[in-house]
T-cell receptor, first 113, second 118 residues
Framework: AQSVSQHNHHVILSEAASLELGCNYS??????LFWYVQYPGQHLQLLLK??????LVKGIKGFEAEFIKSKFSFNLRKPSVQWSDTAEYFC???????????FGAGTRLFVKA | ETGVTQSPTHLIKTRGQQVTLRCSSQ?????VSWYQQALGQGPQFIFQ???????GRGNFPPRFSGLQFPNYSSELNVNALELDDSALYLC?????????????????FGQGTRLTVV
């Protein structure tokens, strides 16, 4: 069965600090990978996605993620966070040809101004 | 704004009652998925509808059922509500591809319906 593990449930950073949120998935086949963000009081929205090709993908708001197939990982990074990045971040995976997207439990990021 | 709208935004029901939640998909999207997000957890997949037929289901009992209409709007019905059904229910629409040919495009989420069962 597919599963997604996010290593940190809560992260607190100061503005301008670098961010890396870990995500590992469990699935033996080919997958699509996603990071979603949920700002306070808002809906889930897509930060970035990986379907195929270059394993380093760039998303909105300066975020990027690297797919490392051998490690089943899809870590999210941002070189310098801002107070407005305070939100909950979800890693998600679906199997190519599959019908459901599996989400991790989420990481709450709080950025101190 | 994602173009996916859900109603109502908040709902309080009594244990044992039935509830219907509604979702209007983004224009042109023929696939809708429903998720349950309990407090402090990630969204859990309930089921998915593609062109009015259920084409996948997660680990939820049969009292969770759904419908998708010709205009691709959707309903989630929950019978015999239990206290543990209290959660945020999310609808996500996407443009489904043919199964087996690479999966689906990204999903666009609505803001959810907050259901409280007392």
């Amino acid at each position: 069965a597919q599963s997604v593990s996010q290593h940190n449930h809560h992260v607190i950073l100061s503005e301008a600090a670098s961010l890396e949120l870990g995500c590992n998935y469990s699935y033996g086949g080919t997958v699509n990978l996603f990071w979603y963000v949920q700002y306070p009081g808002q809906h889930l929205q897509l930060l970035l996605k990986y379907f195929s090709g270059d394993p380093l993908v760039k998303g909105i708001k300066g975020f990027e993620a690297e797919f490392i197939k051998s490690k089943f990982s899809f870590n999210l990074r941002k070189p310098s966070v801002q107070w407005s990045d305070t939100a909950e971040y979800f890693c998600a995976v679906n199997a190519k040809g599959g019908f459901k997207t599996i989400f991790g439990a989420g990481t709450r990021l709080f950025v101190k101004a | 704004e994602t173009g996916v709208t859900q109603s109502p935004t908040h709902l309080i029901k009594t244990r044992g009652q039935q509830v219907t939640l509604r979702c209007s998909s983004q224009s042109g999207h023929n696939t809708v998925s429903w998720y349950q997000q309990a407090l402090g957890q990630g969204p859990q997949f309930i089921f998915q509808y593609y062109r009015e037929e259920e084409n996948g289901r997660g680990n939820f009992p049969p009292r969770f059922s759904g419908l998708q209409f010709p205009n691709y709007s959707s309903e989630l019905n929950v019978n015999a509500l239990e206290l543990d059904d209290s959660a945020l229910y999310l609808c996500a629409s996407s443009l489904g591809l043919v199964l087996g040919r690479g999966g689906y495009t990204e999903a666009f989420f609505g803001q959810g319906t907050r259901l409280t069962v007392v």
